[in-house]
């Protein structure tokens, strides 16, 4: 079975994963899959390269894990976005 390449925001939300994995904020793939609303079968063909993250998994990944979504497309190195307490202007 041949794959195709992943897109760089399917490879950085499989890293993000092992992140959040390692920092123990979740404690498994299934418990960011049910966070974002995919099924793991879902999660294995992203990863195999057979389906996609949508748009709303990668805005429910920012939202709930502060990702950077900058990160996530390619555009930064930050991973996790950087709470602002001050918010004058």
């Known amino acids: ?5 992943l897109p760089i925001y399917d ?10 994995i390692s920092l123990r904020t979740i404690k498994s793939k299934q418990d960011f899959y049910n966070v974002i609303g995919i099924a793991k079968q879902q999660g294995n063909s992203i990863k195999n390269g057979i389906g996609s993250f949508k748009s709303e998994h990668i805005l429910k990944a920012c939202i709930e894990f502060n990702a950077n979504p900058g990160w996530i497309f390619g555009f930064e190195n930050t991973v996790f976005r950087i709470k602002s307490g001050n918010k004058s202007g």
């Open 11 to 20: 490879k950085r939300m499989l890293e993000l994963i092992d992140l959040l």
């Open 1 to 5: 079975m041949s794959t195709n390449p």
